[in-house]
């Protein structure tokens, strides 16, 4: 059972009570939610919260790979072009995938951009158009941008990118473009989850 301590609790900043620790990470977070729970405080993230938080956290990590390691890049830091297009496919899947939560009620189990994409209603895809022609100067492209032929870009990279040293040649990634759909995907995201 190893060793048990006393533990401060901190919700928003605040220490909000204490519970009795251990040395095991999942028994803390059990001891922790109980005591949450006990004191009215516990609210768990919806499904749509988390898959929000997740998509973001994935986009978080590819937009400080191409700042910290890409754009700034020095001659002692790896090239990170894979792991910036995998982290950034994966958000933009997991977008739409909230999206097609939001819209539908129902799971998408696609992970082609293009299907997840597809699969949206009418109205869902021309509001992401309509965010990619608004953020496109952002990234240097101009309002005749289209979102379905930069997905096309995009819509095997998460699989392919993953094992970019198994392929012979590996499909052409813009990253400004790329850093623009996560861009539209995010705001629209936000907004149909957080109306």
């Given at each position: 059972?190893?060793?048990?301590?006393?533990?401060?609790?901190k919700?928003?900043?605040?220490?909000?009570?204490?519970?009795?620790?251990?040395?095991?990470?999942?028994?803390d977070?059990?001891?922790?939610r109980?005591?949450?729970?006990?004191?009215?405080?516990?609210?768990?993230?919806s499904?749509?919260?988390?898959?929000?938080?997740?998509?973001?956290?994935?986009?978080?990590?590819?937009?400080?790979?191409?700042?910290?390691?890409?754009?700034?890049?020095?001659?002692?830091?790896?090239?990170?072009?894979?792991?910036?297009?995998?982290?950034?496919?994966?958000?933009?899947?997991?977008?739409?995938?909230?999206?097609?939560?939001?819209?539908?009620?129902?799971?998408?189990?696609?992970?082609?951009?293009?299907?997840?994409?597809?699969?949206?209603?009418?109205?869902?895809?021309?509001?992401?158009?309509?965010?990619?022609?608004?953020?496109?100067?952002?990234?240097?492209?101009?309002?005749?941008?289209?979102?379905?032929s930069?997905?096309?870009?995009?819509?095997?990279?998460f699989i392919?990118?993953?094992?970019?040293?198994?392929?012979?040649?590996?499909?052409?990634?813009?990253?400004?473009?790329?850093?623009?759909v996560?861009?539209?995907?995010?705001?629209?995201?936000?907004?149909?989850?957080?109306?």
């Open positions: 059972m190893g060793n048990r301590y006393l533990k401060s609790l919700l928003n900043g605040l220490i909000v009570g204490e519970y009795l620790g251990s040395e095991d990470q999942d028994e977070m059990e001891a922790a109980d005591m949450l729970r006990t004191k009215g405080l516990y609210d768990p993230p499904l749509l919260s988390a898959m929000l938080g997740q998509a973001n956290a994935f986009a978080y990590v590819a937009n400080a790979t191409y700042v910290d390691l890409m754009k700034n890049r020095g001659p002692d830091k790896p090239i990170v072009a894979a792991p910036f297009v995998v982290n950034a496919a994966f958000s933009v899947e997991l977008y739409l995938k909230t999206l097609h939560v939001v819209t539908t009620g129902s799971h998408a189990r696609e992970h082609k951009l293009l299907a997840l994409y597809g699969s949206l209603p009418n109205a869902r895809r021309a509001e992401l158009q309509d965010q990619a022609v608004q953020v496109a100067a952002e990234h240097g492209e101009g309002p005749q941008v289209q979102l379905r930069l997905l096309a870009m995009l819509n095997d990279a392919q990118w993953r094992y970019v040293y198994e392929l012979p040649r590996s499909g052409t990634i813009h990253l400004q473009q790329t850093i623009l996560m861009h539209a995907c995010r705001d629209v995201c936000v907004r149909a989850v957080k109306p």
